[in-house]
């Protein structure tokens, strides 16, 4: 998505696209990433929700031929128009304040205190053992 020249460079400065509209989180999951940074007490959340809801994992980009390619949050419902969290009331802490367009200074903010204070996961093997 193409937007104004200023967000053009905000784009650049924070390595994040923007894929909000008119300022507002579209739900298009663009960055329900695999690996996500989280701590001990969101892992026992996740899987504790996961257990009493029956959670499944989702899979994208033709599964059976390219599963090592599928970068995509397995908690990520895009069967739909618009995209769902299947874990939504549990979902971690860096997805509670990630919105992509927020300011380069947010952004590096963020990224600095959640990997300094959180480990990296590989959602779909913790979670799911792939
Ligand atoms: S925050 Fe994520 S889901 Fe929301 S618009 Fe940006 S990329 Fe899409
Ligand atoms: S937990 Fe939910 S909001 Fe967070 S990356 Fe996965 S699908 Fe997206």
């Not at 579209?26 to 996500?36: A, H, I, P, Q």
Request: glycine share 6%; proline share 7%; with cysteine.
């Amino acid at each position: 998505m193409i937007g104004t020249i200023e967000e053009v460079i905000r784009d650049m400065e924070t390595g994040v696209l923007d894929f909000t509209k008119n300022g507002e989180c579209s739900g298009c999951g663009s960055c329900c990433s695999n690996y996500l940074p989280m701590s001990e007490k969101e892992i026992r959340e996740i899987r504790k929700y996961m257990k009493k809801h029956g959670v499944t994992e989702k899979k994208h980009l033709m599964p059976t031929l390219y599963p090592m390619f599928d970068l995509t949050c397995p908690f990520l419902d895009d069967s739909k128009e618009k995209n769902k969290c299947t874990i939504y009331p549990a979902r971690p802490q860096i997805c509670r304040v990630f919105v992509c367009n927020q300011p380069p200074s947010q952004v590096n903010e963020n990224r600095e205190l959640f990997w300094r204070t959180r480990m990296p996961v590989n959602m779909r093997k913790i979670f799911f053992g792939g």
